[in-house]
């Protein structure tokens, strides 16, 4: 099979497009044909080791296992024999590694579920990334009905999950993008929507509950005044949350968020996505021997949503 490698760290020409053995599932695992996956911030942040730290995970010198990918979409090819809820067959996306590739093979007891009636792998294959990553983090900020959420870099991946999924919690959500992009915000569910060209959020005198930076390009030090005196501030960014690392000891408002891929969450999302409850925001998509430019462009960091790449 044709699968998505790197033998070294560095930029997205490191990325090979090259066959490789098709795994074999265990027991526990599924066999997914893969029709789309896509490229995300985390998959560029693997590949080049932007963080000396996911060295310590991947490999210090050079990546231990120099496959790439994290979220899919596609159908069931087999199953181990302990597997008792996937079948030969199913439409199902999820979480997994690898994923870049033509097969994949996935526990059944990870974030994998059925693909929700009338979506396409495409879309399918957009979502998991970005709302698993906005549950996770929203539950760790300790997000409750009622609260006031501002959501940072609400036009990302995890930031259009965090506007939707905060939206499922029952909260008051006030959505920071650019210009292009307070439409869309708006038509996520998004109760306020500031433009962050025209107005300073830390500047408009109002105190939120939560304060999610879900771009990472928000420290706590320049909203702090904005985070009620009970309320939390949460980031995306490593290197933000080391830093703040240092502020939590000082403030307990900010926190180190650190995601989860639960697989409840991602049946929680399948049930919002069947219900029409949540919606895949889709900026471009490419084939997979096009993922070197995906990666070039989703490092613009300017994508709306995700970057698709379908698996032919
Ligand atoms: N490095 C890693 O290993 C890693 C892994 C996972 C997650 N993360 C963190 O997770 C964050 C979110 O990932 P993602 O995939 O959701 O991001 P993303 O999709 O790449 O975010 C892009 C969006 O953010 C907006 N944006 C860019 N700069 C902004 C700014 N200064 N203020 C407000 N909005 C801005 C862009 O629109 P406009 O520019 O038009 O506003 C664009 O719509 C990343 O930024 C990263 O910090 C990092």
Not at 46 to 54: C, D, G
Not at 162 to 173: M, T, W
Request: net charge negative; aromatic share 6%; hydrophobic share 40%.
């Amino acid at each position: 099979m044709r699968a998505v490698t790197y033998g070294r760290y560095g930029p997205p020409e490191v990325l090979r497009l090259r066959d490789v053995e098709r795994p074999t599932p265990k027991d526990d695992e599924a066999l997914v044909r893969v029709r789309a996956t896509s490229a995300t911030r985390s998959d560029c942040g693997r590949r080049s080791a932007e963080y000396f730290v996911s060295r310590l995970l991947l490999g210090i010198f050079r990546p231990r296992e120099g496959t790439i990918g994290l979220e899919f979409a596609g159908e069931v090819e087999s199953v181990g024999k302990a597997v008792t809820e996937l079948v030969v067959g199913d439409p199902v996306f999820g979480i997994g590694s690898g994923t870049n590739a033509e097969y994949v093979c996935v526990e059944e007891s990870e974030p994998v579920a059925r693909i929700p009636d009338g979506m396409t792998f495409e879309e399918a294959a957009s979502v998991a990334d970005g709302a698993l990553s906005a549950m996770s983090l929203l539950r760790q900020a300790g997000v409750e009905t009622g609260d006031r959420v501002l959501v940072y870099g609400a036009s990302g991946s995890i930031g259009v999950g965090g506007v939707q999924v905060a939206k499922h919690l029952g909260a008051h959500v006030t959505a920071v993008c650019n210009t292009p992009n307070v439409d869309l915000v708006r038509s996520l569910g998004a109760d306020e929507v500031i433009d962050y060209l025209k107005d300073d959020f830390t500047r408009n005198g109002e105190t939120y509950d939560v304060v999610f930076d879900a771009v990472g390009k928000h420290a706590f030090l320049r909203c702090r005044r904005s985070v009620a005196s009970d309320g939390t501030y949460i980031t995306t960014d490593p290197g933000l949350m080391w830093h703040d690392a240092v502020v939590a000891l000082i403030s307990r408002r900010a926190r180190l968020g650190i995601v989860r891929y639960e697989k409840q969450d991602l049946l929680t999302l399948a049930e919002l996505l069947q219900a029409g409850a949540y919606r895949p925001v889709i900026d471009r998509t490419y084939p997979l021997e096009a993922v070197v430019e995906a990666h070039r462009y989703v490092e613009t960091h300017q994508k709306t949503g995700s970057v698709v790449l379908t698996v032919s």
